[in-house]
């Protein structure tokens, strides 16, 4: 459907897909203006995300109701701890990247999913690229070690992703403050950024590995975002 008005007065309803009609390849809506008291549209009950109208099998650009195509989509995943709360990530051996441990929650998904922890699944139709961000907070128990953090892809069907070398983030133990007979350990904050080609359901993860030393991080905050 492309161009027009469509007018829900109050009581009515301009669009009602709440059926879940099946689509077998694409559906558009486009250059239509929708206005009026009523309901504008009487949303997907499955297949939908929340905030939205449609499943990714539409695309739908007009005034006055959501815009929802695979260029808006967006994901985000984030640790969920309370203040001195965190997940530890422990190492075996050097030089061996790893996933980050902890339990991650989300935000905001469209067009994304996150069935599990530090992950988020790409749901588009089409091929497209993201800016991938992420900060990673942490305490490391041992002065002098060295830890890279990376953005990791999985391509769909893939049980483990692939470390993006080029997207790695150097950062060594400092030593920490001693306050009486207690020492401090000092909580450092690493940005990983990159840009990535996602096609349906590939996926997104953070990962860590131990360059050199001993010791083993205790993570205090993550924070995932792409769009």
Do not use: H
């Not at 539409?58 to 985000?76: H, K, R, Y």
């Not at 490391?140 to 692939?162: C, E, L, V």
């Not at 983030?169 to 920490?176: L, T």
């Amino acid at each position: 459907m492309n161009g027009g008005r469509i007018e829900a007065d109050n009581m009515e309803t301009g669009i009602n897909v709440s059926t879940n009609p099946a689509i077998v390849n694409d559906a558009t809506l486009s250059q239509l203006s929708f206005v009026g008291a009523g309901t504008l549209i009487d949303p997907y009950t499955t297949g939908t995300y929340s905030g939205f109208n449609f499943t990714k099998n539409w695309n739908v650009n007009c005034s006055g109701i959501p815009l929802e195509t695979d260029a808006q989509a967006v994901g985000d995943i984030n640790f969920n701890f309370t203040a001195g709360g965190g997940a530890s990530t422990t190492f075996s051996s050097n030089g061996v990247p790893k996933k980050l441990a902890g339990v991650t929650t989300s935000n905001n998904l469209f067009r994304f999913s996150s069935s599990s922890d530090n992950r988020v699944v790409y749901e588009g139709k089409k091929k497209r690229f993201f800016n991938v961000s992420a900060s990673v907070s942490f305490e490391g128990n041992t002065p002098g070690d060295r830890y890279i953090f990376y953005i990791a892809r999985g391509r769909s069907g893939a049980a483990t992703p692939t470390v993006i070398d080029q997207t790695g983030v150097w950062k060594v133990v400092p030593d920490g403050a001693t306050v009486g007979a207690t020492t401090i350990r000092d909580i450092s904050a690493v940005p990983i950024v990159g840009v990535f080609d996602l096609e349906p359901n590939d996926y997104i993860e953070v990962w860590v590995e131990r360059f050199s030393g001993t010791g083993q991080i205790f993570t205090v905050a993550l924070n995932l975002a792409l769009n």
